[in-house]
């Protein structure tokens, strides 16, 4: 009943294209907001950092960052695994030849070096396009992996081949380390994430969202009215791809800590971040949200009823898991190619009209 | 001759063996592609799955049976028999075509006409249930298959050619099993563009490639022509999996087979049959030379990618493949 | 010519603003413009005429920089045009519809005629990124130019409504509507009149002269309605076969022998 419009009236063109139109939503944001600085801190532990909130925040920025290539864009890649360890790397490299320096400025430098790398390999985009182009992102996954495999300098030449997150502080606070902890592992990545979901936001609103969308919707057209396409495009792997090397630091420096590329970076993170799209919904800032929540919740959950409650081997849950997933992109993919976040839309729409639907 | 370029020849002949295998599971690819406008991301996992099935009916594994087990407390694993090579490889194509039924029914039916990377991406989670439900019936660990194809090398090629080089060569080194699927992939090939040229359902495959709705019109039904692909890729995949199964084992590796398949078709063009045997082959060869010749120098190991990069510069200068139509834009 | 005249029905007709000179267009082998030459003059409402596949379509794609000719030279505003990308001719102040209604059928009216803006929006990715200040400026000063199109061409209703939901005829409306909204010196209407019924069509006529004589717009449009483009068109250009059969005013086309064989002739049948 207070879920309304109406008498909500909108009287200049800035409050007409705002975020949230209605009230009650501006009201709800405001209050997530507060829950999410101002109590979670106090009372989050150790299991619920590590196994959900930390990674659901990581994953959203990379899924935001995924969303704006191929749900605002309409570029599929499949190189996301390859963009996160660039991130990641260009970290560990930041952070052991600058230690002087912020790891907040590292983390944003590291998703600016990201963001050269999208962009030189979305230069074929121009030429390639739909799955040919889907195919082409591979090569970046494939060859990113190996080169950091291979040139012992991304490593410091170390003797496992892995890279470790020395300890660092913001504010007096260790916030990357083994002795970090869990509140201010959350913190650091709340704060990214609001930040990256507001630049996000106010991108895909503006001008630069209508160019994206317009090479989406129809790549000639847009043309014809005076998108350059290959402009649009690579801002768009460029946008997307510091994201996505935000991420990918924050996964390596705050999360892991310590991280060899080819497990934590193979080509299956790329597919969980498609994934996380595909269900969150495209061409949806929520749905990144929501989609990285469901993929981080239904392991979890998974094992607390598989492997806890009903006592089955890991093995079996693991492979379960699989199928679930796997037939959850179909059903979607059948049901609501737009996601969750089309669910929630649908939900809104009714919560409108309720209790008086006619 | 000297002997390094005696080893060229040999990397270049195991490149092309190679090659040929590509080339059919590209050619899985390019059935469904060319019939349905499907990008079939699950043609490796179908070969693992097929791969797993037929170990399993093989040894009279029970389906399921950790699934059971850990239900209900019981210990089954094993019927008990051994089922015979070749009754197995049917049963297997059996179990192929009826999941090429399945995934007509309660998938693809509901996509026509999305957009193809909606279907490409609904392939993706399929090869994810694919594989999960392939783990669930037969269990993860590393099986065997033996099937009765020769293995190690053939010693009498050895010998024949260890007198071209001098001292330092030993002749070339040619895994028996290696050729043995190279001549069934080429027989293979062979028979499936003979199917799609000259059968009458090759001709009715080829019409629903070319335009659904004529097709439809004068009388060819869709829902059976699209089981049919599938079921052909599933046969294509089965003699993948047999090959790469014995070959190295039967296991998850397996699988990525598909993801190596794909840059064969950006270089052959995804709809064209010839395309995809000479893409295979360019690959095959291509990878192992550069690997041969450069691979050393910068670390090793550059198949992960050489073939992806390859067809990457490759399609930037020639976005339609070797073989593809040339894509004239209009509005 | 004169440099400038007055149309019996007031409209003050100025100098060429678009020159067309010997342009020859092939696909392969096939010759789909043949040495066409002809002019735009400015505030004057151009149709160009033919029977199917006659290469009308082709040469709004040259106009409109999709197609490259390869021989000819196009002049506009008293300059040789370079071979440019269709987003520079855009820029220049040329839109245009299409055929087949081309517009962005994922967004919502309003966003896609504030696509017709983007020539006008200037600010850069970090002012956007940033939002508050320059950006959400810019968004407001073209969002009162775009309600003005709304206005003008009376989709006020359907403003959100996203583009897939609505009607034939409205779409196409949206899509003059995003053409308008870049506030262009030449407008190309392809075929704006085609599958509507004749209120829709008469609708369709009154906001192209309203256009025209509003917003002083110079108009080249392809019609198969010869009863349009007649009343309408200030000079009518016919095509056939990739050829120039028939240059001049309605009236001048209508008596050309030549016309009359190739096209009108059939139609009076």
Do not use: H, L, R, Y
């Given at each position: 009943m207070f879920y309304r419009e109406a008498g909500d009236f909108k009287t200049s063109y800035e409050a007409d294209s705002?975020?949230?139109?209605i009230k009650f939503d501006r009201y709800r944001f405001w209050a997530m907001l507060a829950v999410a600085y101002l109590v979670i801190p106090f009372i989050i532990n150790d299991y619920w950092a590590n196994a959900i909130l930390v990674p659901f925040l990581i994953y959203t920025i990379a899924a935001i960052g995924l969303n704006i290539l191929t749900g605002y864009c309409g570029q599929v890649s499949l190189g996301t695994g390859g963009f996160m360890a660039v991130g990641a790397y260009a970290m560990y490299k930041l952070m052991t030849s600058?230690?002087?320096?912020?790891v907040v400025i590292h983390v944003i430098l590291a998703g600016g070096i990201t963001a050269v790398v999208g962009a030189a390999f979305g230069l074929p985009s121009l030429r390639i396009k739909g799955f040919y182009l889907a195919v082409a992102t591979l090569a970046a996954q494939f060859f990113l992996v190996w080169l950091f495999n291979k040139v012992a300098w991304f490593y410091n030449y170390s003797a496992s081949g892995q890279i470790n997150a020395p300890e660092r502080f913001v504010g007096g606070i260790a916030?990357?380390?083994?002795?970090?902890d869990a509140w201010a592992k959350y913190m650091i990545c709340l704060v990214f994430v609001t930040v990256c979901a507001i630049i996000a936001r106010n991108l895909t609103r503006g001008t630069m969202g209508r160019k994206w969308m317009a090479i989406r919707d129809m790549d000639i057209a847009a043309e014809i009215i005076g998108v350059n396409p290959l402009q649009a495009k690579l801002t768009a792997f460029a946008v997307s791809s510091f994201f996505i090397g935000i991420s990918g630091a924050l996964f390596f420096s705050v999360y892991l800590g310590a991280v060899e590329v080819g497990e934590a970076f193979g080509i299956q993170k790329s597919f969980l971040v498609l994934f996380m799209v595909i269900i969150g919904g495209l061409g949806s800032i929520f749905g990144s949200f929501a989609g990285a929540g469901f993929l981080v919740l239904l392991p979890v959950a998974l094992k607390v009823i598989g492997v806890d409650l009903l006592g089955w081997p890991t093995d079996i849950v693991a492979h379960l898991q699989l199928v679930i997933i796997g037939a959850l992109i179909m059903f979607f993919l059948i049901k609501e190619p737009h996601g969750l976040a089309q669910f929630w839309r649908i939900a809104k729409e009714k919560l409108r009209l309720w209790p008086f639907p006619y | 001759m000297s002997a390094d370029f005696l080893y060229g020849i040999e990397v270049i002949l195991n490149g092309l063996m190679a090659g040929v295998l590509y080339a059919l599971v590209a050619l899985g690819f390019v059935l469904i592609f060319k019939a349905s406008g499907i990008f079939n991301y699950a043609q490796g996992v179908m070969a693992l799955f097929a791969a797993l099935t037929l170990v399993g009916i093989m040894e009279g594994q029970v389906p399921f049976s950790h699934i059971i087990n850990a239900i209900f407390g019981t210990k089954i694993h094993h019927f008990g028999w051994h089922v015979p090579a070749l009754l197995a490889i049917f049963l297997t194509l059996c179990v192929m075509v009826a999941f090429a039924w399945a995934v007509q029914k309660f998938v693809f039916r509901h996509l026509v006409g999305q957009e193809p990377i909606i279907l490409f991406m609904a392939t993706i989670g399929l090869a994810y249930f694919l594989e999960g439900m392939g783990d669930l019936m037969w269990g993860s660990d590393i099986k065997t298959l033996k099937v009765g194809l020769p293995q190690g090398g053939s010693r009498w090629i050895e010998d024949m050619t260890s007198g071209l080089g001098g001292n330092d060569f030993y002749g070339f080194f040619i895994d028996k099993l290696d050729m043995v699927a190279t001549v069934v992939a080429a027989i293979l090939v062979m028979s499936l563009i003979a199917f799609a040229q000259y059968s009458k359902q090759g001709r009715a495959m080829r019409a629903v490639a070319d335009d659904h709705q004529a097709a439809l019109s004068v009388g060819i039904s869709l829902n059976f022509i699209w089981v049919l692909v599938w079921s052909l890729a599933g046969l294509v995949a089965l003699v993948a999996g047999v090959m790469w199964g014995a070959k190295s084992g039967v296991q998850f590796s397996l699988s990525l087979i598909a993801l190596k398949a794909l840059p064969v078709l950006m270089l052959g063009g995804f709809t064209s049959i010839p395309g995809a045997i000479v893409g295979g082959l360019i690959i095959g060869v291509g990878e192992k030379l550069f690997e041969y010749t450069i691979g050393g120098m910068i670390g090793g190991a550059t198949e992960n990618w050489f073939a992806y990069v390859l067809a990457l510069i490759f399609l930037v200068f020639r976005p339609q493949g070797l073989f593809g139509e040339k894509i004239i834009e209009r509005v | 010519m004169k440099d400038s005249y007055i149309t019996p029905d007031g409209r003050t007709i100025g100098g060429v603003l678009m020159d067309m000179r010997g342009i020859t267009l092939r696909f392969g082998g096939v010759?789909?413009?043949?040495?066409i030459s002809f002019d735009i003059r400015e505030g004057e409402i151009r149709a160009i005429i033919g029977p199917n596949g006659a290469g009308k379509s082709s040469m709004l794609n040259v106009i409109s920089g999709f197609y490259h000719p390869q021989d000819g030279e196009v002049w506009f505003r008293g300059a040789k045009r370079p071979t440019m990308r269709p987003y520079d001719v855009a820029r220049q102040g040329i839109a245009r519809t299409f055929q087949n209604i081309a517009l962005?059928?994922?967004?919502?009216v309003l966003d896609n005629i504030m696509c017709g803006r983007l020539t006008h929006m200037k600010t850069g990715i970090f002012s956007q990124a940033i939002w508050h200040g320059a950006a959400q400026r810019e968004e407001v000063e073209n969002r009162e130019a775009v309600e003005r199109i709304i206005d003008f061409l009376e989709i006020q209703a359907i403003r959100k409504t996203p583009v897939g939901r609505l009607p034939y005829g409205l779409k196409k409306r949206v899509e003059l509507a995003r053409a308008l909204a870049a506030e262009p010196k030449l407008l190309l209407l392809?075929?704006?009149?085609?599958?509507?019924n004749v209120e829709e069509k008469e609708d369709m006529s009154r906001f192209i002269l309203d256009v025209n004589d509003e917003f002083g717009t110079t108009i080249a449009l392809i019609e198969h309605d010869m009863g349009v483009v007649m009343d309408l068109s200030d000079r009518v250009v016919v095509m056939d076969y990739g050829r120039k059969i028939g240059d001049g005013t309605p009236d001048e086309v209508r008596g050309n022998q030549e016309v009359i064989d190739a096209y009108l002739g059939v139609a009076h049948d």
């Open positions: 705002q975020t949230f139109p600058f230690p002087d320096v912020s916030v990357t380390g083994p002795n970090t | - | 010759e789909a413009i043949k040495n962005f059928e994922g967004m919502s392809d075929e704006p009149m085609a599958g509507m």
